[in-house]
């Protein structure tokens, strides 16, 4: 595997993986909170009187389902954002304590979440001819999210190679100074 200690633009690897977890981290919420609204809206709009005139989320998208599928959806939804956000935390906490399984979770969540992405692009695609916009914008999302996922790795990788990510960490010329100092003061 690549063993750059440098991911986008020329940032640290660790700084890039922390970025990535609070971008995610971001998302997830984001998600959370419009599957849930969606969620909430849809179950007031079938207490309420339905017609065929009331229109839910899904035909914005250009699908075209039954309530029972959307709120299956939904459901989902809010159960995978959940996870989602906590494995953006468990990234973070990775690589701030050093630990290549947390990193290694992260990874792993992320790579399940990118197939059932691309599988649901082409769910949807199947299901309409017309929601090729929704396809598109998840592929997209997936390949994007596969670079990600390699500098993840990456850092997975060199972690288990012994490479301290940890922020706190001394520079070389610190510890032979640290080390001259402790050396004079065990002589006194």
Known sequence: MCTSEKCCFGVPLNIGC?????????LSIILFS???????????????????ESVHFAKYLGLYLNSSSV??????????SLLWMMFSILLILGILRNNANFVLSHFLFGTMMNIISMLSALLVLLQSLESWKLSFILFAWSFLHIHFLVVIYTAYDLMNKGKDFSFNQRADDEDLLADYFDDNLDSL
């Open 34 to 52: 419009m599957s849930t609204l969606f969620f909430i809206l849809e179950i007031g709009v079938h207490k309420k009187e339905v017609t065929e």
């Open 71 to 80: 709120h299956i959806i939904l459901s989902i939804t809010v159960i995978i």
């Open 18 to 26: 922390i970025i990535v977890g609070i971008i995610s981290g971001i």
